[in-house]
C-alpha cells in the first residue's frame, strides 16, 4: 500500500536553528518525491523535488531509498519559513497520488 | 508562474441538492486535473484525476456517481457533488498539471473551494 508517514504534527525551532522535517514512504516501484508547502492563507505549492537536486529557499532534501525516507533540511530557519509541509511521493509526470499528513513548522523569534 | 484559480470560494446548500465547483488554469493549458478533499486538520486525499475529452480516473472508494467530474476543455474541469449530504461537507482542492516539453511537470494548485452542506 502506498503510504506516507510524517510524524511531527508540530515542529517548532526558534530562528537561526536548524531544522529537519521528516517523511518515511512505502511506494510501490521507484517514486519521484516532491514537498510541497502551504504558508498561512495560501494556497498548496510546490517547495522542491527530489529529481530537480536543487535548493529553494535554502531547503534541501535527500532521498535515502535504503530507508525510503526524504528529509527536509534547512540549516538556519527564518520566520517566514512557518508553514505546514506536506511530503508527497509522485510520478516524473508531477502528478502525486499521496500526500503525506504534513508537519507545522513553527519558527519562533 | 502558472495559476489556477477555482469558483466557488465557498459554498452552503442545503441536503440534497447539487453543488457544482470549477477548476481553471488560467494562463496554461492543462490535460490533466486532478481533484483532492481534504478534511479538518487531515492531509489531501486524491479523489479523482480528470482528463480532458476522456472520462475521468477514480481513487479506490470515490464514488463517481456522486462527484462527477467533467474536463470539457484543456483550461477547465468541473467537480459536481450530486445530492450533498453532511458528510460531504469538507474542502475541496483540485489542481492542475502544467506539462513541460523539457524538464518535468508540475502540479499547481488551486485555492480551494469550502462546502459546507446544511
Not at chain 1, 57 to 65: H, R
Not at chain 1, 68 to 92: I, R, V, W
Amino acid at each position: 500500500a502506498q503510504r506516507v508517514t510524517q510524524p511531527e504534527k508540530l515542529l517548532s525551532v526558534f530562528k537561526g536553528a536548524p531544522v529537519e522535517l521528516k517523511c518515511n514512504y512505502s511506494y510501490s516501484g521507484s517514486p519521484e518525491l516532491f514537498w510541497y508547502v502551504q504558508y498561512s492563507r495560501q494556497r498548496l505549492q510546490l517547495l522542491l523535488r527530489h529529481i530537480s537536486r536543487e535548493s529553494i529557499k535554502g531547503f534541501t532534501a535527500d532521498l535515502n531509498k535504503g530507508e525510503t525516507s526524504f528529509h527536509l533540511k534547512k540549516p538556519f530557519a527564518q520566520e517566514e519559513d512557518s508553514a505546514m509541509y506536506y511530503c508527497a511521493p509522485g510520478d516524473n509526470y508531477g502528478q502525486n497520488f499521496v500526500f503525506g499528513p504534513g508537519t507545522r513548522l513553527s519558527v519562533l523569534p | 508562474g502558472a495559476v489556477v484559480s477555482q469558483h466557488p470560494s465557498r459554498v452552503i446548500c442545503k441536503s440534497g441538492t447539487s453543488v457544482k465547483i470549477e477548476c481553471r488554469s488560467l494562463d496554461f493549458q492543462a490535460t490533466t486535473m486532478f481533484w483532492y478533499r481534504q478534511f479538518p486538520k487531515q492531509s489531501l486525499m486524491l479523489m479523482a484525476t480528470s482528463n480532458e475529452g476522456s472520462k475521468a480516473t477514480y481513487e479506490q472508494g470515490v464514488e463517481k456517481d456522486k462527484f462527477l467530474i467533467n474536463h470539457a476543455s484543456l483550461t477547465l474541469s468541473t467537480l459536481t457533488v450530486t445530492s450533498a449530504h453532511p458528510e460531504d461537507s469538507s474542502f475541496y482542492i483540485c489542481s492542475a498539471r502544467r506539462e513541460r516539453v523539457l524538464g518535468t511537470d508540475t502540479q499547481y494548485f488551486g485555492p480551494g473551494t469550502r462546502l459546507t452542506v446544511l
